[in-house]
């Protein structure tokens, strides 16, 4: 991989970052490709000089799209997106993405999909994931297919999300209390997607789902959170009939499609390959996430951590 020039679309992102991270301590140049490259500058200085480039690109724009491949010899989708026309960004850019790379002949591509894409999934998110792979298949048949659980890290959407709400009410409300979840460590996810990277002629034209070692609940995991960032609060599970309800509110808490989501659990199916597929050790949350769950405390990281 040492001095490849790797393209990465939505490099500049919260996996994005981590990604490029691992691709820049194993020597490969980095192309980071995405509609506003001016957020993704702060990868510019995980690298050495003149080790990341920038370009501006959308992948609903084909010839955006084979502009910033020209000249790789790697190229990594993680475009994705949780509201919004799913369609564009996750079928036919995907379908842009891989049509590039096959027309450029590069060695390895690598997309980053999601558990729960499945052509009858009861959310949009889902089924345009689905038809994303699918395009991928078809137009780079030796494509590495990535499929995450939940993802967390310090910059995360996720644990941060509930530890911010954890952290202001009283009480917490919890919406899909039962459906489990499989949450992955960042890190765990970027090296699984550069070793794949690296290795087509392994890991090529596979589907890979990526988990960590805990599968929990909704409500377990709110439960760890408030255990972590203290003090002891009780949760509530709010009724589906209610969870519908918020969902038609304009910027409320959840979007009908994520409540179409939570109707199916988000975990490694069995049989699976997954991240000890891909050399990669799964993280346990405990691990690492008490690293940055210190700032919702009271006291920050001064405060006792609350007993289990």
Known sequence: MK?????????????????????????ARVRIAQRDPSTALRVKTLGGLGQVQFIAADIRKPASVARAITGSSIVINL??????????????GAANVAQAAADARVKALVHMSAIGA???????????????????????PGATIIR????FGAEDQFLNRFADIIKMA?????????????????????????????????????????GGPQVLSMKAINSWIV???????????VP?????LLAMLPGGPISRDQLAMLDSDNVVADGANGLDALGVTATPMGAVADKWMIRYRKHGRFAGRASA
């Open 3 to 27: 001095d490849d020039l790797v393209t990465m679309f939505g490099g500049g992102g919260f996996v994005g970052r981590q990604v490029a991270q691992a691709l820049l301590a194993r020597g």
């Open 79 to 92: 475009v994705g997106i949780l509201a919004g026309d799913f369609d564009a960004f996750h079928h036919q």
């Open 118 to 140: 499945d052509a009858d999934s009861a959310s949009a998110y889902g089924r345009s994931k689905a038809a994303g792979e699918t395009a991928v298949k078809a137009a780079f």
């Open 148 to 151: 995450p659980s939940i993802i």
């Open 170 to 210: 009283p009480v917490v409300p919890v919406i899909g209390a039962a459906t489990k979840f499989q949450p992955v460590y960042v890190a765990d996810v970027a090296q699984a997607i550069v070793n794949a990277a690296e290795t087509p002629g392994v890991h090529g034209g596979k589907t890979y789902e990526l």
């Open 227 to 237: 255990q972590a960032i203290g003090p002891d609060k009780p949760l509530v599970e």
């Open 240 to 244: 589906r009939a209610f969870a519908s």
